[in-house]
Structure formats: C-alpha cells, structure tokens
C-alpha cells in the first residue's frame, strides 16, 4: 500500500485512540506503552491519536498537544523507541476541537469543563453551543483564524521534526474543521460561512486552508479525517 | 444530519483537496450535534469510503466496528476502501495483524489484498505474515 512515497506493509491501520492521560498536553510513558505496543500488532500504519495544535484545541485536558518545545521534546522517546523497534509507518493525526473542546472525558459525561473548574473557554465559527444550555464559544474573528492556520502548519513542521511519516488533519466528529464545513455550526455571514447549499465553497474556506497550509510546510503525504 | 455537513459535499470537499495534493481520507461520521441519530453495527461507516473512492479514486480508509479478519479482508477485497482502521479490535488484540495474517493465509482462498501478499513481488519485500513466520 503506497501514500505518495510512503509504503506500509499492509492495508491494515490502527486508528488513532485517545488516551486522556497527557499533562499540559505532554506524552508521558503511558503514551510510550499504549504506542509501543500497538507498533508491533502487524498493521502496517500506526495513528497517533489527536494531537491538540494549540492549548485550547484539546478535547479534553489529557488530550496530546504539539504547540511548544516541551510537548514537542515530549514525544522524542515515543517517536524514538517507534524508529528502532518497529517498521510500522507512524501518522500524526492533527487537530482542533473547537467548541467541543474543554470537556470531560466520555466515560463522564463528555460534558463542557467550566474555565473556574479547570477548562477554558472555547471558539469555533460561530458563537453557538454544541449543546443546549452550555456556554456557547467564541466566535473566531480573522485573527483567530490565521493563528489557528499558523498553529496547525506549526505543529505539522514539528510532527515532521520528530520523525512522523505522514499527517492526517483530523476535520470531523464536530471539531473545529467540521465545524466550519457544517451549517449546523456555522453561521457566519463572511467568506467563511453561507448557506447549505450555496454556501460550501466559502465555508470549507477556512478547512482548505488548515489543509493546503500544512502540506506546504510538511511536505508529507497527508489524509484527512472525516 | 438533516442541514448539515453529508456525503456530496464530502465528495466535492475531497475533489477540491484531491486536486491540491490530498494523498488519502478516513471516513467516519457524527459529532456535530447530540441531536444526531445514527445507527451502528458492523461496517456502517464503510459506504461512506466506497462512496468517495469511486467518486474521486482517493485513497480511501474505513474505519467502524470492523473487528474480524475476514470483514476487513472482504472490505479491501472488494474494493470497498482501500484500507481498514480499527481501534477497539486492536485493544482487544494487540497482534490482530499477525492473527488476521495467519487466519486469512491458512484459509487461502482469499485474495490477500489486506496481508499485502498481492504485493510481494512488487515494491513491498514483505507482509504481515513475515512477522509470524521471521525465517520465510
């Protein structure tokens, strides 16, 4: 099976998992041991679960993050001992969850994290909530965007420092980039919003360019996720 | 959901970054609301990756309760997806792929499409199966 240049043994992935143990967005052992171990499952592709390209990307607040020197240094024993044991072909998966982002871990309810009990608050296209009753986010305004643009093509170069072999820019599940693309969640009047049927080309604006900006810089083969 | 983010806009989407340098898309659903409603079972994300790949020939993952061998054997066989993602099945198992390798190799009517067999005398020097037999 070949990506662009890359070649795994086989046709079989392991999907990207999150784990909710990260610290300020840090892999710790935990992350060493859950990938270490599914390296040598015989699938020729290994997904790094979600990483957070900003703080306030994160899921959860154990979520992996890859937005300064320390998360980056953090994730060298994981990409190092994936290198010298195992010939699987690591995939970063990239993210930004948002307005659902600042939550409580599934297995709890999945629920917003007020900012006073340890979350922060969120942004997202439009100042709707994912849920009734919650907090809605922050709309983005232009700035907003080109700082999440530049984090995601950040990230992507630092991914590509660490030694991963391709990136996948994770755009559903109600994330950020879903977001932008679902009328559901973006309402905007501006070139990155409009109308269901109208309105696709200027609301998948913004997700085209997380896209384009992070192949640019990483020059890695690079999915998407839906 | 109904107003929101579906399959022709994904395949449209996925056209336009085809043409800007997309090497593949993983294919799943949901998230956008808890109003959603989606029913669940083995494969049930998968016509959303056959739906893409035959629209837009990208190479294309599936990922969604797919847990056996011979199902995820029979996804890549088909020309369904491309690829076969699993999480839960990988907890499960943490060496499904030499299982998968073994299980489909000893049946050997199956094509081998997801072991990689098909590939070996290509530029693939090995398969799954390598790891479970290391003096082949």
């Known amino acids: ?226 | 959901m109904d107003g929101g983010w579906d399959i022709e806009q994904t395949v449209a989407f996925a056209q336009v970054l085809k043409a800007r340098g997309l090497d593949w898309i993983t294919l799943s659903s949901g998230g956008i609301s808890p109003l959603q409603k989606i029913a669940i079972g083995p494969n049930y994300q998968v016509p959303f990756a056959t739906a893409v790949k035959q629209a837009t020939g990208l190479n294309t993952i599936a990922v969604g309760l797919i847990t056996q061998a011979a199902q995820a054997e029979a996804i890549v066989a088909r020309g369904e997806a491309d690829m076969v993602a699993l999480a839960r099945g990988m907890l499960f198992d943490p060496r499904w792929g030499w299982h998968a390798a073994l299980n489909l190799a000893r049946q050997s009517v199956v094509s081998h499409h997801l072991t990689g067999e098909h590939l070996r005398r290509g530029t693939v020097s090995y398969s799954v199966a390598s790891h479970t037999e290391p003096g082949e």
């Open chain 1, 1 to 226: 099976m070949e990506l662009r240049g890359l070649i795994a043994q086989n046709r079989i992935a392991v999907s990207p998992m999150c784990q909710y143990v990260a610290e300020e967005g840090s892999a710790n052992a935990w992350h060493l041991m859950h990938l270490g171990g599914l390296a040598s499952s015989g699938a020729g592709l290994l997904f790094i679960e979600s990483t957070a390209v900003e703080p306030q990307g994160r899921i959860t607040p154990g979520d992996l993050g890859l937005w300064d020197e320390a998360t980056e240094a953090a994730l060298v024993p994981v990409f190092t001992a994936l290198r010298k044991y195992s010939e699987v072909r690591v995939i970063h998966q990239l993210g930004h969850a948002g307005r659902k982002a600042s939550s409580e871990v599934p297995w709890k309810g999945g629920q917003l994290i007020a900012p006073s009990a340890g979350g922060w608050t969120t942004s997202a296209p439009s100042a709707i909530a994912h849920k009734e009753g919650e907090p809605a986010p922050t709309e983005l305004d232009v700035n907003g965007l080109r700082r999440v643009r530049d984090a995601f093509r950040t990230s992507a170069k630092r991914s590509v420092r660490l030694g991963a072999d391709g990136i996948e820019l994770h755009f559903g599940h109600g994330y950020l980039a879903h977001e932008f693309l679902s009328p559901i969640s973006n309402r905007r009047t501006d070139r990155y919003g409009g109308s269901l049927v109208t309105g696709c080309v200027f609301r998948s604006r913004s997700s085209r360019q997380f896209a384009t900006s992070c192949r640019r810089t990483s020059r890695r083969c690079q999915g998407l996720r839906l």
